[in-house]
């Protein structure tokens, strides 16, 4: 199970730190990724670890802006968002994969994860 903290509203320019904890395992060797999905739109890729060769991945659109990392715990994901924009609205989710090929320099936005939060809310307001 995957569990989402740290959404809200924020205006544009701030940062956010989102939070994901796992329950009943750890990601060791696994893909590690956050996705969101913003009314009307597809659901996309945001951000990805791949745990097996410590390689990350950004989608272009939050390319410098967004970092994916881990905690000194082996079940815990963080997703910095900083310079926030109005676009970044959306409500994001956590996921993990099995296959740490899930995250690679191929994309990881198409792959259907094993694992999924509920998702956390981020609005970001001008």
């Known amino acids: 199970q995957l569990v989402e903290f740290g959404g809200g509203l924020v205006q544009a320019g701030e940062s956010l730190r989102l939070s994901c904890a796992a329950s009943?395992?750890?990601?060791?060797?696994?893909?590690i990724a956050w996705f969101r999905q913003a009314p009307g739109k597809e659901r996309e890729g945001v951000s990805c670890?791949?745990?097996?060769?410590?390689?990350?991945y950004n989608a272009d659109s939050v390319k410098d802006r967004f970092t994916i990392s881990t905690g000194n715990a082996k079940n815990s994901v963080y997703l910095q968002m900083n310079s926030l924009k109005n676009e970044d609205t959306a409500v994001y989710y956590c996921?993990?994969?099995?296959?740490?090929?899930?995250?690679?320099?191929?994309?990881?936005?198409?792959?259907?994860?094993?694992?999924w939060g509920q998702g956390t809310r981020v609005t970001v307001s001008s």
């Open positions: 996921a993990a994969a099995l296959n740490s090929w899930y995250c690679s320099s191929y994309g990881f936005g198409d792959y259907d994860y094993d694992y």
């Open positions: 009943g395992f750890t990601f060791d060797d696994y893909a």
């Open positions: 670890l791949n745990r097996r060769d410590g390689r990350r």
